[in-house]
């Protein structure tokens, strides 16, 4: 029986962020939501993905769109669908779950399923198009359902050629080149100012979602050392854990910009809190780079003219990530050529699978023939003369057995192979044998 792959989407076009976020999932709590789905609903395939941009549920139900459920199931009485919905609802804990509903995007089409799988992890729906993120958090959301055995083979050779096809994108075009968000265009130009330096230091200052972005973006291998500083210094602490970074508290603000080399400043005021007057305090002879990311801005324009230090706002940031837009886009349609060409493949490569019993009870019946001919002349053979027609009956088999086999696979492309299975089991009574 043929399963139907299916798709739940919640995300940046169809609900604003302050819906996305309480719908988002944690790692612990994706892998919770797959736990539960699968032994509340007997699923067998299961794949959730879920970032600060979508969350999204991937599964497979019969062609007559029915799974087992237990009558003591809450959702029982609803389309699979809307339980999935429901259940992803309840585990967050929010109360009124019938208006989060609207904001769901239901993909009910097992090509069109696939086909937005595909794109989602090319970075083609992406915020930032060409988003280099998604395909490590598409990785890890697989890995999840692998370990709880929620994959099949469909998965598993889905998801695997999603990888490759990724590779594909990144190797022939240049959907992938160049830094595309602010946050990571920053890391960048921080990265290649470093060089500069000799044992460069870091500071960020102000760790909201630019600032949180970029300390997640930096690469510690490139700096001696990276500091974080917030209003609130447990968020900095928090930030500076994850990454392995040093923190430090807004009162000695003076003294940590006089240690660095690359400011970078993402925080939300009404007036420029690293005014002239505060840099000429600590600036020395060594040069000094500030990154401003805020708007509206929190280094004073005035900064610039204090000797041996550089100033780069957001404008100039973006700039950066305006032209590898550009480039990104211009690359679309090569990228959409390797998916097409790989989603091609793919359903080759599934109608097969749907002819494969069928194949390996022919191989059975044809295999049983032969050892039972063999069988009835041991007697009469000495041991090397039953290696001899063991080789040479095997040979035969593989040849008379064949044709069958790349006549069925081109029936799957042609979509006639359900003609050529029937006569199949008719002839050699496949099915009966599979019963016995």
Known sequence: MQLIFKALTINYKTAPVEIREKLSLNESECQSFLQKASDMFALSELFVLSTCNRTEIYYSVSENNTINIPKSCPFSSKPISEQLISLLITQKGLSESETYFPYFKK????????????????????????????????????????????????????????????????????????????????????????????????????????????????????????????????????????????????????????????????????????TRELVEEVQDVRFKYFIDLSVPRSIEPEVEQIPHVSVFNIDQIQNRTAEVIERRKSAIPYVQSIVDEAIEGFEDWSKEMIVSPTINRLKNALEQIRKEEINRHLKNLDDDEIKKIEKITKGMMQKIIKLPVIQLKAACKRGEAETLVDVLNDLFNLEQDEKV
Not at 145 to 151: C, E, G, R
């Open 107 to 274: 993909i009910e089409e097992h090509k069109e399923a696939i086909k937005h799988l595909f794109s989602v992890s090319m970075g083609l729906e992406s915020q930032v198009i060409g988003d280099i993120q998604i395909s490590n958090q598409v990785k890890k959301a697989y890995q999840y359902s692998a370990d709880l055995n929620l994959a099949s083979p469909f998965l598993h050779r889905l998801l695997h050629t999603i990888f490759y096809t990724n590779k594909r994108v990144a190797q022939e075009t240049s959907f992938r080149d160049g830094a595309a968000s602010v946050s990571y265009a920053a890391a960048e130009m921080t990265s290649e100012l470093a060089q500069t330096v000799i044992q460069p230091k870091i500071l960020v200052i102000g760790v909201g979602e630019i600032g949180g972005d970029v300390v997640r973006n930096l690469d510690a291998d490139d700096y001696h050392t990276v500091t974080v500083m917030n209003r609130t210094y447990e968020k900095a602490q928090e930030f500076a854990n994850a990454e392995g970074f040093q923190v430090a508290k807004i009162e000695n603000l003076k003294e940590e910009i006089r240690k660095a080399d690359v400011i970078i400043c993402s925080v939300a005021a009404n007036k420029p809190i690293l």
